[in-house]
Nanobody, 115 residues
Framework: QVQLVESGGGLVQPGGSLRLSCAASRSIVSIFRLAWYRQPPGKQRELVASNTNGGLTTYADSVKGRFTISRNNAENTSDLQMNSLNSEDTAIYYC?????????WGQGTQVTVSS
């Protein structure tokens, strides 16, 4: 099993930056895929970014060039650097792991972009 705990959410002004972190309960080297999803108010959950332990990285078109996903193997975290935030980025952000054929989710962290 894998437990995931997100942190780093909060309120930020348009144009600002936030860095989200997802701490895993086991070595992330063995986790095939780590991803960040988000669920805006009144909308469905959507993929933001993902990367595999083989180095394949993907981004939603809406965040390309603004968000960067990374893995910190030493600390067993998946991090999401978010720059140039706008109101459409307001959502609950969830960490997701694909490990041994099963999917695991964190509890989510709220990101609100507002002046």
């Amino acid at each position: 099993q894998v437990q995931l705990v997100e942190s780093g959410g909060g309120l930020v002004q348009p144009g600002g930056s936030l860095r989200l972190s997802c701490a895993a309960s086991r070595s992330i080297v063995s986790i095939f895929r780590l991803a960040w999803y988000r669920q805006p108010p009144g909308k469905q959950r959507e993929l933001v970014a993902s990367n595999t332990n083989g180095g394949l990285t993907t981004y939603a078109d809406s965040v390309k060039g603004r968000f960067t996903i990374s893995r910190n193997n030493a600390e067993n975290t998946s991090d999401l650097q978010m720059n140039s935030l706008n109101s459409e980025d307001t959502a609950i952000y969830y960490c997701n792991a694909h490990y041994n054929g099963k999917i695991y989710w964190g509890q989510g962290t709220q990101v609100t972009v507002s002046s």
